[in-house]
Nanobody, 128 residues
Framework: QLQLVESGGGLVQPGGSLTLSCAAS????????ITWFRQAPGKEREGVSY????????HYTDSVKGRFTIARDVAKNSVSLRMDSLKPEDTAVYYC?????????????????????WGQGTQVTVAS
């Protein structure tokens, strides 16, 4: 079965950068939509960025557009999230999640209920 493991979180100063990685095992990600979600203390989980296996398209929540970049590495069967110009409000636990591509309609790419495989999460803290 498909398993996901996130890595790359940590403590970074405002304005800094981090790259998160979501490594998959068990199945190829070639037929899976991958979305990064995050959850801050006391807040609901929100979709951050989506990557389509179908056409390579991506989507971002408005608050991270222009700062975050999602990318697939087919050879490594992984998906990364490059985060630049980090802000304190980006502080959260970040999760990658997978769903068969056919289940995801792009207007609802951030519907967490459609994703059936989740990683354990990695903490990102942006503070001085």
């Amino acid at each position: 079965q498909l398993q996901l493991v996130e890595s790359g979180g940590g403590l970074v100063q405002p304005g800094g950068s981090l790259t998160l990685s979501c490594a998959a095992s068990g199945y190829s990600l070639n037929y899976y939509a991958i979305t990064w979600f995050r959850q801050a203390p006391g807040k609901e989980r929100e979709g951050v960025s989506y990557s389509s296996s179908f056409d390579g398209s991506s989507h971002y929540t408005d608050s991270v557009k222009g700062r975050f970049t999602i990318a697939r590495d087919v050879a490594k069967n992984s998906v990364s999230l490059r985060m630049d110009s980090l802000k304190p409000e980006d502080t959260a636990v970040y999760y990658c999640a997978a769903a068969p591509e056919w289940k995801i309609t792009t207007p609802a790419w951030d519907n967490a209920a459609e994703y059936n495989v989740w990683g354990q999460g990695t903490q990102v803290t942006v503070a001085s």
